[in-house]
């Protein structure tokens, strides 16, 4: 009998069952000159070989986290109509509005979502009104809930609202993917948001949705109308409060060691105040208050500055989201530069959610050094392109006190002959816990508690290791067990809460509860995976 391949055999190379497909494909990855390429090389080795993407983010978390996630996923979201492959998740028009039930049940066929990124491109980062070029956001977030929490790839949903943009400069380009139109008014709005909601409930019924990256109106608005009557949450304002309590939480025990403040004695200047940094306050004067301090004792600890300067209670045509921390105890000239407010408030925490590039100068972390031991900075805006200070810069100006985590990641460095670790304040720690241990408790709401109990079990899950490093959050590689420790606390609060449907873990341990959330995490395995696809 002559020998007859079949067409498929033919056509692997002969001594690929010899090599390590893991390793050409990071080699291909590596070789690509810039972040933007990585980003499109690994999107579409997702497409291709989604078992192999995932097991290979899982492998290499701290090289690939930033090119999938900030501060790269702003690159893909501000040139995605150029670089463009393939549809990568739902676009629901505002021209869909008074059908949108039957496009979610076009993509309904054969989906069995559980969880939705839902962005509407209006504040993508600290990059503003991107209109349809926002959905890699959306991707970038489901990606990290695939590879932090284990939820299955294909029950995550990505979706972007196309309601047009007030970005013109969109309109004009010939390659723009969305709509050529202003956003609507806010009724108009209103009528789409809530026509969305219903849909999305009736079609999707066991679907958590995370509103993500809408402009701060909006994100506040839409969190108030539909938390109790759905299961939402809105990252930036919640996902965000719950992250950065737990690092202030860590780098408060830092900086009491070396000054003795308690906790509650903190002073936190807000460099920004929009929906993360108001999200963030909120989220602190909750915990305040857990710890025996009055909401008015709480509210004193915390300063709040936007690009006019110090927020005042007398200032004219306040924001209403700004009103609730404006001070009523300065009737001073309006304090407009930062160092003329720290000098004032005189802080021991500085957080910036400003997306204004090195507002935190030489000036100003100087004198937050000379006033405190260890002054706590934290230039929380994303990208790194508008990080309000780089770590090195705050590392060299402190002479090694400060205790710091940004938004973006920075890179381990030495000064000095020490070595210092970055940690990196951002919700990406939170949402993956909090998205597992709701979909699995089958919680019909995202109470302030289970964000609060998520938070306080991120904090509490450093090791004695990353303690003594003087980190104040895990160490990323950590974050599949961290998840689970998140989605455990959460589970707990809903229980608490009575918004649980899922009553039988309400007789499991927190051993035998914590073994069954891991044991529920997707893993990227399957025979053969890492070879490609015929
Ligand atoms: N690290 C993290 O996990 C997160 C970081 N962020 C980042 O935080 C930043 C802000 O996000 P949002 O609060 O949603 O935006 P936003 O637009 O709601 O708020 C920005 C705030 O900064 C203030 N601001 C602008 N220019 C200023 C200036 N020159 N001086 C002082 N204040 C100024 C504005 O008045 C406003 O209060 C973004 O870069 C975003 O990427 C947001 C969510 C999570
Ligand atoms: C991290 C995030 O959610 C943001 O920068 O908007
Ligand atoms: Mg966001």
Known sequence: MPFAPSSSIARLPPYLFNTDHRHRVLTQLRSKATGLEKYIYLNGLKEREPNLFYEILLANMLEIVPILYTPTVGDACSNYSHIWRRPEGLYVTIEHKGHIREVLRQWHAGHSARIAVVTDGSRILGLGDLGANGLPISVGKLDLYVAGAGIKPATTLPICLDLGTNTTKFHDDPLYLGLRRRRPDTPEMDEFMHEFMEAMTEIFPQLLVQFEDFSTDNAFRYLDLFRNQYRVFNDDIQGTGSVVLSGFFNAARL?????????????????????????????LLSFFTLQGLSVEEAKSRIWTVDSKGLITADRKGLQEHKKFFARTDYDGPALTKLEDVINYVKPTALLGLSTVRNAFDEQVVRLMSSLNARPIIFPLSNPVSLCEVDYEDAIKWTNGSVIFASGSPYKTLEYNGKRYEPGQGNNMYIFPGIGLGAILAKARHITDSMVEQASIALASSLTDEEKKADLVYPRLVRIRDLSCQIALAVIRAAQKDNVDENLLFRNLSDEALLEYIRAKQWQPTTLNHHLPRL
């Open 255 to 283: 900086s009491a060691a070396a000054a003795g403040t308690p906790l509650t004695d903190q002073r936190i200047l807000f460099f920004g105040a929009g929906s993360a940094g108001i999200g963030v306050a909120k989220q």
